[in-house]
């Protein structure tokens, strides 16, 4: 974050330069094929992912490396969980539930690397996981149960009268679904980031730097666990957006 001195002697704080998206290689504009520093923290990610679920378990060892370790614990906690939400019907989508686990949580830990660059802090990455999942599983719900996908948003348990207000609620609520899907993650890592830099900001003023340090610390461990949570939060949600498209009753 930059600090920079002002008329009146003070500090202005910039806590959201972190996010901006900047071309690696000179110049300012961005297009859709300019390498950026969300280009580069994303590959960095998949090559983080590659090294621990491929490199790391390629020697099967009876007694596991910790890279071995790690990844056989995040393969059995994601499995268990796409179980345990979806039923048995759900398993089989289990590789693309893990692997957007895995980007997350990756670039969600890269991202508290000091210098490094948040992906999963801007909305235009989370929407695209997001909007994904939303169609994915909303093409699945026909596919596995043609009309019937629609007993999704018909509450048959409610009072008759009810019925039609509910299935408006329902409609509604599942088209804001990617939105709230994306927001959520972007928006959490977004805040955190910012406030961290925050407190660093005032760590430049001496009579409170020790309080900075303490707090900054402080906010670093809170974001270390956010960023697991938020990982885990986008991941379960998917888990329940899939399990309505393979039973879509009330």
């Keep these: 974050m930059a600090t920079d001195a002002n008329a009146e002697g003070g500090l202005v704080f910039h806590p959201m330069d972190q996010f901006i998206v900047k071309p690696l290689f000179g110049g300012d504009a961005v297009h859709w094929y300019t390498p950026t520093n969300a280009t580069l923290w994303m590959v960095l990610a998949i090559v983080g992912i590659t090294a621990m679920l491929v490199l790391g378990t390629s020697r099967r060892a009876i007694i596991p490396s910790r890279s071995q370790s790690i990844g056989e614990l995040a393969y059995g906690f ?10 048995k019907d759900g398993v089989k989508y289990f590789p693309y539930i893990m692997t957007l686990f ?17 992906p999963t802090s801007h ?19 026909f596919v596995k149960n043609g009309a ?12 008759l009268a009810l019925r039609p207000i509910l299935a408006l609620i329902e409609i509604i609520s599942y088209f804001v679904r990617p939105v709230s899907h994306s927001i959520r993650l972007a ?20 009579a409170i730097a020790p309080l900075s340090v303490v707090a900054i610390t402080a906010m670093y461990g809170l974001e270390v666990l956010v960023s ?23």
């Design 78 to 87: 994601i499995y268990k969980m796409v179980e345990d939400v979806t039923g």
């Design 148 to 159: 019937a996908f629609l007993g999704l948003f018909w509450v048959s348990s409610a009072p």
């Design 102 to 118: 895995m980007f997350i949580v990756f670039s969600n830990f890269l991202g508290l690397l000091p210098m490094a660059f948040t």
């Design 228 to 250: 697991f949570i938020q990982a885990y939060v986008f991941t379960i949600l998917t888990c329940v957006y899939l399990k309505d498209a393979l039973h879509p009753h009330h």
């Design 187 to 206: 928006g959490n890592m977004m805040a955190g980031h910012a406030v961290i830099k925050v407190f660093a900001g005032f760590a430049a003023i001496t």
């Design 123 to 141: 909305i235009a990455v989370t929407a695209v996981m997001a909007f994904a999942v939303f169609f994915a599983v909303t093409v699945l719900g």
